[in-house]
């Protein structure tokens, strides 16, 4: 079994794939201040509840926007699977071009999701990804990555808004019915999805005009993804274990095991 590991700034999510199929899908808060055991001992424990073995385990592969957990999450891996993990990176294979000034800078999480829209969805394709961030990345027919665009997420804006003002306060992120907001938590809510569904619709439709592409689908995903999905037109699927596939994709076109 491929066990594929996405570590973002919010949530590290774990997959498990039994050849095709999605066997278990699992998330964890990310916390740069755990050790190599908590780690291994974290995923086992996590694995043994969905009733699978780390002897079942045979590949892993990480894609990290958080360099300074790697270590302890990278040597917990060693230790307790037994396995030396593909992380994502400069010189992995992907099937992906990146013509832009530095490549490298593109990070890691958006080259798997460019990956898995661009497998399965075809291109042209734009991705946007409801992460800690917003990313709206395009890519051509052929496969190249030609830019990206990145705003604050949902979370992000909602904490500056209670953390940044003396008397808002914290909320549920949820969509209200209507616009019209008559108290401070719907006129919150209002302000934060609505917005970021007006973002959504105005940054896509810019960038297929700037683009010339026009025909590209609109792949969606990330945690609050499905709500601007269903309340827009411009976002032709949600998908949301696109990372998750993604990183399979890859260690397939890796050939990595134990």
């Known amino acids: 079994m491929l066990l ?39 995923f086992k424990d996590l694995l043994l509840a969905k009733d699978i073995r780390i002897e079942e385990i045979n590949t ?21 699977l037994n396995i ?58 052929d496969g190249s990555f030609i830019a990206g665009v990145t705003s604050p997420g949902l979370r992000i804006a909602a904490n500056a808004l209670w953390n940044e003002t003396a008397k808002l306060p914290e909320i549920e992120i949820a969509l209200p019915d209507t616009i019209l907001a008559k108290d401070t938590v719907t006129s919150m809510q209002a302000g934060l999805l609505f917005g ?7 940054i896509v439709k810019r960038m ?24 827009t037109d411009v976002i032709n699927v949600y998908d949301p274990t696109l990372t998750l596939k993604g990183l399979k994709i890859i260690s397939d076109k890796n050939k990595v095991g134990r």
Not at 9 to 20: C, K, M, P, R, S
Not at 60 to 80: D, E, F, Q, R, W
């Open 4 to 42: 594929v590991i996405d570590v973002g700034n919010t949530n590290i999510t774990l997959g498990v794939f039994d050849g095709i199929n999605l066997k278990a899908n699992l998330r964890v808060t990310t916390q740069v201040s755990r050790t190599s055991d908590e780690y291994g001992l974290l």
């Open 60 to 80: 892993v592969t990480i894609a990290s926007v958080v360099p300074n957990l790697m270590h302890s999450l990278v040597s917990g891996i060693i230790k307790y």
């Open 84 to 141: 030396t993990p593909l992380i994502v990176g400069a010189g992995t294979k992907t099937g992906i071009k990146i013509p832009i000034a530095n490549p490298k800078e593109v990070g890691a999480d958006r080259v798997v999701d460019a990956v898995a829209a661009y497998e399965i969805y075809g291109g042209p394709v734009l991705v946007v990804d409801f992460g800690t961030a917003i990313t709206y990345d395009l890519i051509t027919e």
């Open 196 to 202: 970021c569904i007006g973002q959504t619709e105005y």
């Open 208 to 231: 297929q005009r700037e683009s010339g592409i026009y025909d590209c689908k609109v792949i969606a995903t990330g945690g609050l993804g499905k709500i601007i999905a269903d309340n």
